[in-house]
């Protein structure tokens, strides 16, 4: 008979193990043990059976941060069905595109969206709909009352796909990253080990669930080794100095970490009980990294990592940790740095990421061109550019694709610069990032109008963008310019834009 590779069954032990223990607590939601998660999961694929969702259909999620969330991604999981995690502030024109690409079998939304979403439902044609409100209940929770609370996990190859994470591209239209129940065994099983997790570990969980970060990086570590979640429905910062003492664990983006030092109570009493600070996502300033070691006590672990590929290198746990580096790769990582032509360089030199490895996704979803583009002899093409040091450390200094991270968001300008093109008062517009003491960087626009005459009301602008793109993608502000800089092949010169007005915010 072949083997069961499905990536539940590992979770499972740590969740078997630990039955009696608290899995989410917090002031959110009231407490749920791990034996009543293992239930709950269980009724959750039962329900899916019945509305006919089997391995490879997919499931689309817009919900909110809530433990049956939770519990309705690891139900996919059990019963093979490809769980796709979907943004919350995600737009109707937005959502269009991603039910195009996936023909979902099932879209669970936010009971307060429904309404708004009815025209898109109708008009593609879903199957099932199902609500799930901010506390849990609606009709996805009202569906598995009398269902049985045991359930047989399917059986999957380890290629078989678990998960879709829609990453923005820098042509505008976003792709379907594919990652395998393999890619997820061995990411998860490898950062438990090399972070060390205990039993008695307490993860506050303060991140989104639609990202890698905090649906896997965070989620899969507590899971794995039974560890009991402070499960925060969204990051508040109140509420993680109230929850610090109790934990020891903290997973973030830089932004977490800055919001922490603006707080008086912040303090190695605070931290007495905390074992490990967690970065990524975006990168953690030097003089972050040095302020909370002054303010906490504890230098905070950064690790690298993206939807495509899951972690890919992490400062150690019991060694120095240098600010400004990612770490070393994961051990059985293997990756090259090279120019643009595909050269391998040196070490000491500047050049993009390429990696291999069983965490490494399966290939773009229905877009085998993309993903024959974005790989090389077997190497996935990271298009963050990197310099390694003798001793394997590497530093990322900068990213070739046009990528702009704003509070741990990744903002393509393309998708944006394609929206406001679409306006008659807007003839072109170059979107750009610039530092921001919150967000790390802040998305701006410079636009040259169709009639120089014409008055423009920045302010209109933002509230019609919002009625398109999610509120982080958003500019913070709109500059109206005669023209935009270019270079002799016409290029626009974003590096002379952000010159400018990189002091916008600072
Ligand atoms: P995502 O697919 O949303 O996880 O974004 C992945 C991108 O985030 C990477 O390609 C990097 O450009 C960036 N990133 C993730 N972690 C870090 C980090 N620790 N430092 C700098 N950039 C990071």
Known sequence: MPTNANFYLSLQQGIQASYSKP?????????????????????????????????GARVLAQTPKTPLAIALYLACLRSG???????????????????????PDLFVCSTSQRRKLEELFAKHNIPSVLELD???????????KELPDEHEVEPVDADDIAVIIYTSGTTGKPKGAMLSHGNLDNNSKSLYSLWGW?????????????????????????????SSMLFLSRFDVKQLIQLIPKATVLMGVPTFYTRLLQEDALNPELCRNMRLFVSGSAPLLEETFKEFYERSGHQILERYGMSETGIL???????????????????????????????VLSPGSIGTLQVKGPNIFKGYWRNPEKTKQEFRDGYFITGDLVKEADDGRISIVGRNKDLIISGGFNVYPKEIELVMDDFETILESAVVGVNHPDFGEAVIAIVVLSNPDQAFDEQAMINLLKDRLAAYKVPKKIIVKPELPRNTMGKVQKNLLREEYGKLFI
């Open 23 to 55: 899995c989410i607590s917090g002031p959110d939601f009231p407490e749920l043990t791990y034996l009543e998660l293992e239930k709950l999961t269980a009724q959750t694929a039962n329900l899916l059976k019945g509305l006919n969702i089997n391995a």
């Open 81 to 103: 069905a490809i769980y796709v995690p979907l943004n919350n502030g995600y737009t109707n024109d937005e959502l269009d595109y991603f039910i195009e690409d996936t023909k």
């Open 134 to 144: 901010e506390n849990g209940h609606g009709s996805l929770f009202d569906s598995l």
């Open 198 to 226: 205990q039993k008695d570990d307490v993860l506050i969980h303060a991140l989104p669930i639609f990202h890698i970060h905090g649906l896997f990086v965070a989620l899969h570590s507590a899971l794995l080794g039974g």
């Open 313 to 343: 290198a992490s400062n150690p746990l019991n060694d120095e940790r240098i600010p400004g580096t990612v770490g070393l790769a994961l051990p059985e990582v293997t990756y090259r740095v090279c120019n643009d032509d595909g050269k």
